[in-house]
């Protein structure tokens, strides 16, 4: 017999390869990474980060953050004041996250503009349009 009843152990969710894919993907979106770096400085309100992460929607931010607190990532406080201030900052983890994906985000800053140009290229070129 196999499986759990025929007395072989199944990997723990810390040990299951497959864990880390989905933790990539929580962490390695785009909009997780940009809301991350932005509050790399320090805590911010929903309306600042709104701001700084350029093309975000409302939706897409609430539905981000909701994430990342989840995971442990960032603390969403909520001061009782009129009208109630709320702010989003870095855990200790989530600090690591940010020095983690520091040097993927200079990477694409730094080559942004050769990527635009490969890109241009590659769509300029005839048998592009024609493959399957």
């Avoid at 909009?31 to 991350?36: A, E, G, K, M, Y």
């Amino acid at each position: 017999m196999s499986g759990p009843a025929g007395g072989e152990s199944r990997p723990t969710r810390s040990e299951d390869p497959c864990q880390a894919r989905e933790v990539l993907g929580i962490v390695g979106d785009k909009w997780s990474l940009l809301i991350v770096r932005n509050l790399s400085q320090g805590p911010l309100r929903f309306t600042e980060l709104k701001r700084a992460v350029e093309g975000i929607s409302q939706r897409m931010l609430t539905v981000t953050l909701r994430g990342l607190e989840r995971d442990g990532i960032l603390t969403r406080t909520v001061r009782n004041v009129m009208p109630p201030h709320v702010s989003y900052e870095l855990t200790p983890m989530g600090r690591t996250l940010r020095e983690a994906t520091a040097p993927l985000l200079e990477w694409s800053i730094t080559h942004l503009t050769h990527i635009d140009a490969a890109r241009a290229v590659y769509d300029a070129r005839p048998e592009t349009a024609h493959r399957p």
